[in-house]
């Protein structure tokens, strides 16, 4: 596989974990009722909110609203919080409008859904029913139109509810975006396409300046704005009856533009592939809000959608990258000056991971830019450093124990990290309701915490120059393969032996189990040993690359190219196995009695017995290529900074372990330690009689211990409060 170096963006700091802090009492009326387990739920990890795609957004009443793959809708009033709004699909929702109080949303494989007040999002009725992708949505005070492949327009007359075809089209283009304005649809298209109709339902095409494609056509003060291919920008004063090009200096694809919904307003923003455009008055030029010429750049990325919320901008994109704009005055060299600020509405790590190992306190996952991301949690993930000497290794192979972890990269870059405690000192501050008044309490603790895997060692004399790729320990003896047939030996993590497999192929995988080890590659490669020094090579009936092997206790799994699964029990003789698949099949994984195995678009298959496999949905279609387990939780990184994480076995019931009250004269002050599952959630109640119970704060669990105030002014004492956990609301 190639590797390839993607965007990083800045690495945040760990953030503490809080301690339970002080003296904690009993009360008569303590109830801990369990919950109910749900069912397993796909979580983002990482990159935060989440990772999704994003390919429409918009900003209508004070909500902010995000569209995006695997029909995933997200909406928010502040930029940072999103709510995951459910679409009833999986499939790529790609543009959105509003009429009246319906949204409604278009996407893939003539995908129409809208929202009825109170009862979320349901599908059009589309008459005929059509395969063909909705790329563009837009509504007029009476009509909605819906556009996408094979010249697909569909026309709704209620409200997002009935769509019918419009059919006697005098084109047959592709079309990429709709949009209404000055008493017009206008529709753009592949090849330069633009038509206009009055009423969605009788369209004429219109002369354009360009041949390349038009990827989204908006209307923003009175005036019709296309983008598309090549960097191009067209714009309409008349309706869409007539066009001009506007030089934008740039090549790149545009996707999106954005301004202000006002006559010739100002700033005006472009944005699309590796591309942020900004014009800030209207006789200058368009400037790159990328790279070192901006004071605080956005990061160098693909950018679909883009909106004016009254403010600021707000540009969105691939893997859930959205910033915002800040327009400040700036004061350099004495001089002061009106610039724009872009800012990040996350700080997530985005480089590629590539291995992921999880170890009694904590996950690792190591990928490009010697990016290693650590989780104590599975939930929440802060870099770690890696040596000067290691800084610009790609790391693609990780393994350890409870004693020792080896890393190995590019250019032979290995590392070890080793089991070693030290105190921590731990400061946090939150406000908290004491003596029945508001304060800010601090509690300092200190807390012994195992290095292992925060302090890394790079390996003093380097074996090899070349890549290396797969990375396994058994009793002791490492084992790590890569490019070249190389094979690296070692006892202790330092130092190691180096040997050359027979014909040297590209080495990628390599486990060891009770019959011995296996070694995997390109073009089918499979090499047996019983003690990691004499190697034999072995059939696995394909040529096909075997990317990952692993031993699952009492059996090896290989997987890779073209949706290859393999099984043996000895590691000599193979059996090929049906995974479903073409993707590439990247890592296996055993949880209990069942087998996970992930891949490449997203691809993650559960079997009960490595032979009959079935698909999982997940909630991306990015490449992940590391599986690792803890605590009942199913971690997968990938493309991008991807992390995802699942619980995969029952949780215990939720209890409250702890309680103290604070008599106060007008409120009510009650303190709960909460005993839980990462990821549970649940609602807390509170009732006199035992009959009649209101509901209060909504937990969620990011630690099997949390801690919870609740206060409650301008209540008197009650003589007796009973407390529980519930399922949360819905």
Known sequence: MTLARRFSNRRRAAAPRRPWPGRWGWWLGLLALPVSAAEPEWRWSNPRPHGNNIYDLAFHEGWYWQVGDRGRIYAGTNRVSWTVVPSGTTRALRGLAFFGDRVIICGEEGTLLHSTPGSGFVPAAISPPTTDWFEGVAASPTTLVAVGDNAAIYRSADGGR???????????????????????????????????????????????????????????????????????????????????????????????????????????LLAGENALLLKSNPLGTWTSQLGDAVLLPAPTWDYYAAVWDGSRFLAGGRTGLLVESLETDVTLGGQTLRTTLWFEETDSPRDWLWEALALPERYLAVGDRAQVLTSENGADWWSVPVPEVLTNTVFLGLAGNANLVVAVGSAGGLMFSQSEMTNVVVTNTRPAYV??????????????????????????????????????????????????????????????????????????????????????????????????????????????????????????????????????????????????????????????????????????????????????????????????????????????????????????????????????????????????????????????????????????????????????????????????????AP
């Open 162 to 268: 009935n769509w019918q075809r419009v059919t006697g089209l005098p084109f047959a283009n592709w079309l990429r975006g709709v949009a209404w304005g000055s008493g017009n649809f206008v529709t753009v298209g592949e090849g330069g396409f633009i038509a206009t109709s009055p009423d969605g339902q009788n369209w004429r095409r219109r002369s354009g300046p360009v041949s390349t494609a038009l990827n989204r056509v908006v209307y923003r003060g009175g005036v019709f704005y296309a983008v598309g291919d090549a960097g191009t920008l067209l714009v309409s004063l008349n309706a869409g009856t007539n066009w001009i090009r506007e030089a934008t200096g740039v090549t790149n694809a545009l996707y999106t533009y954005a301004q202000p919904d006002a006559p010739a307003a100002t700033p005006r």
């Open 435 to 728: 003596n029945c008044a508001w304060t800010t309490n601090t509690v300092v603790t200190t807390n012994t915490v195992n290095l292992l895997g925060l302090r890394w060692t790079a390996v003093a004399s380097p074996p090899t120059p070349n890549t290396l790729q797969g990375v396994a320990e058994r009793a002791g003896q490492w084992t790590v393969v890569g490019d070249v047939g190389t094979v690296l030996t070692s006892t202790n993590g330092r130092d190691w032996q180096h040997l050359t497999l027979s014909g040297q192929p590209t080495l990628s995988g390599v486990a060891a189990g009770d019959p011995g080890w296996v070694v995997s590659g390109r073009g089918g490669a499979l090499f047996y040993s019983s003690d990691a020094r004499a190697w034999s090579p072995v059939a696995g009936g394909t040529t096909n690359w075997i990317f990952r092997v692993r031993w699952l206790g009492d059996r090896f799994v290989a997987v890779g190219q073209n949706g290859t699964l393999l099984t043996s029990p000895d590691g000599r003789v193979w059996t090929a196995r049906a995974s479903g698949t073409g993707a590439w099949l990247t890592d296996v994984i055993r949880v209990g009695g069942l087998f996970y195995v992930c891949g490449t678009q997203g691809t993650v298959l559960v079997s009960s017995n490595t032979v009959e496999w079935a698909p999982v949905e997940v909630p991306t279609g990015k490449s992940l290529y590391g599986l690792a387990h803890r605590n009942g939780q199913l971690v997968a990184v990938g493309v991008e900074g991807v992390i995802l994480r699942a619980p995969l076995e029952p949780a215990a019931p939720l209890l409250i372990t702890g309680y103290e009250h604070e008599n106060c004269p007008d409120a009510r002050v009650d303190r709960f330690r909460l005993r839980g599952a990462m990821d549970r959630r649940a609602s807390l109640e509170s009732s006199e009689d035992l009959q009649t119970w209101r509901r209060h704060n909504g937990i969620e669990f990011a630690y099997d211990e949390i801690e919870v105030e609740l206060v409650r002014t301008n209540l008197p004492p009650a003589p007796f409060e009973y407390f529980r956990l519930a399922p949360p």
